[in-house]
């Protein structure tokens, strides 16, 4: 097992402990002393910087919500003087103003350090090469993972998203051996493969995905393990989560292990928040992940209120490393959860249902709209090449789904190739509710 710095990653947990309370000491001093929205907030809540005394008392801090860095776009946030800043990613805001984040040299150093992390945790090494089919741009994904691999020291071909049948191409010309997109995309460059004849395991050399940006289940990973020759290679598909304000993927990881996205303790600290009573959950339960981050240079957040829905575990992982996981990974998203008739359904719960059919494929969509008073839920979801598909499985599917999630759904299986594909981020909702 490869590490990119063994003893922060294998620490005690009372050391690891010990350890965040004095970045969290640091922090809270840095955007105190440098920072005019923060040095508000903090004697809006009546706390200075000395007053962190243990671990636990982060919980006396503010909360830092996206429309703070929304009402103080663009340069609200900063802690450092505007000439150390030599990058800018910025996120696409679906209402009003995007979120400006901002980086030091120092900040993309650290960044790429814990791209390395991730890449070790996972069995890669400078013998790789990484096919980078993130997004470059102002998206973290693409310049995040193309800095790491490079300071790993593999050879990075930097594809960016869009073109798949150059994509595989280049994957047979290069030996490519580490492949980094979205869950959607890695669905869409097996099934390309397969429409050019190629088939993974035999024509093609991918041993490692590090796939991220957006939700997916266990038995997708199974999936796109099997369907880009992954296992086969003695490798497989590791989730990778992250988001910009934090740095951009390079937050939370998996090893080889596969149980459970590392999030990185000594460069974050992570809190699970019952979005009721802002208070932190019980042991295993569920809630809303917020981090601070201790080593951004240019912009660090105090208790940022991500909006993704997890599960904490915070026992140490078979792989050694002592830092909190999450067993599950992210479970959605706040705010992509739609309420249906008064139950609260996640796209990912949709899927975990869905993928249990082998008979269906992976391009799936729900959409929610409203007849009369009530609320309709249609899920459409493509059946799989050369499958027979009887009359009874659309409502096999619909009994699983009111079973699982006490939900009344129609269920339409479409065609193979008929759903939109995605070369970033799906979109898993169509919620008509809103244009009527
Ligand atoms: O998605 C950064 C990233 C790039 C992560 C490449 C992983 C790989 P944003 O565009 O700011 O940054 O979006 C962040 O995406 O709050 C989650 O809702 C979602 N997300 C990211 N990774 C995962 C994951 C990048 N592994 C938002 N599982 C986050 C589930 C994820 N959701």
Redesign the pocket.
């Known amino acids: 097992m490869a590490f990119e710095n063994e003893k922060m990653e294998t620490m005690p947990v009372n050391e690891l402990r010990e350890y965040q309370l004095k970045m969290m000491k640091s922090v809270a001093k840095k955007v105190y002393e440098n920072n005019a929205f923060y040095r508000r907030r903090f004697k809006e809540e009546g706390i200075k910087p000395d007053d962190i005394k243990t671990v636990e008392d982060i919980s006396k801090l503010p909360f830092t919500y996206k429309k703070d860095l929304r009402d103080n776009y663009p340069y609200g946030l900063l802690s450092v003087p505007m000439e150390s800043i030599v990058r800018w990613h910025l996120?696409s805001g679906t209402t009003g103003k995007p979120t400006a984040v901002a980086y030091t040299r120092k900040d993309i150093d650290t960044w790429a350090t814990l791209i390395v992390r991730a890449m070790k945790a996972a069995g890669a090494s400078a013998d790789d090469v990484v096919q980078n089919a993130?997004g470059y741009g102002l998206?973290?994904?693409g310049l995040?993972f193309h800095y790491g691999a490079e300071k790993l020291g593999a050879k990075v071909i930097p594809v960016s998203t869009g073109n798949t049948q150059r994509q595989i191409e280049i994957m047979k010309d290069f030996e490519v051996t580490v492949i980094t997109c979205t869950p959607s995309y890695a669905v869409f460059l097996a099934e390309t493969m397969e429409k050019m004849g190629i088939d993974p395991e035999k024509d093609l050399n991918l041993r490692i995905g590090f796939i991220?940006?957006?939700?997916?289940s266990k038995k997708t990973r199974e999936r796109i393990e099997d369907m880009l020759g992954l296992r086969a290679h003695g490798g497989g598909a590791y989730?990778?989560?992250?988001?910009?304000?934090m740095c951009?993927?390079g937050v939370g990881a998996e090893c080889t292990a596969q149980e459970g996205l590392h999030i990185w303790g000594d460069h974050f600290y992570l809190e699970v928040i019952d979005p009721e009573t802002k208070e932190p959950v019980g042991e295993g339960e569920k809630g809303v992940m917020v981090l601070t981050n201790f080593t951004k240079d240019a912009m660090p957040l105090i208790r940022y209120w991500?909006?993704?829905i997890t599960i904490a575990d915070f026992e140490p992982c078979s792989c050694g490393r002592t830092h909190p996981r999450l067993p599950q990974?992210?479970l959605g998203?706040a705010d992509d959860m739609v309420v249906v008739r008064g139950i609260n359904v996640f796209p990912s719960q949709v899927e975990f249902v869905l993928m249990k059919f082998p008979e269906l494929g992976e391009a799936w969509q729900m959409i929610v709209d409203r007849k009369g008073a009530l609320d309709s839920l249609t899920v459409e979801v493509e059946r799989k090449e050369n499958v027979r598909v009887d009359d009874g499985l659309a409502n096999r599917i619909k009994n699983e789904l009111k079973a699982y999630l006490n939900v009344k759904a129609d269920v339409v299986i479409r065609e193979p190739n008929t759903l939109p594909r995605y070369e970033g981020k799906a979109k898993r909702v169509i919620d008509r509710r809103e244009f009527e």
Do not use: V
Not at 239 to 245: F, I, P, Q, T, W
């Open positions: 996120s993130y998206f973290t994904g995040g991220g940006a957006e939700p997916w989730d990778h989560y992250g988001l910009s304000e951009g993927p991500i909006g993704d990974g992210i998203r």
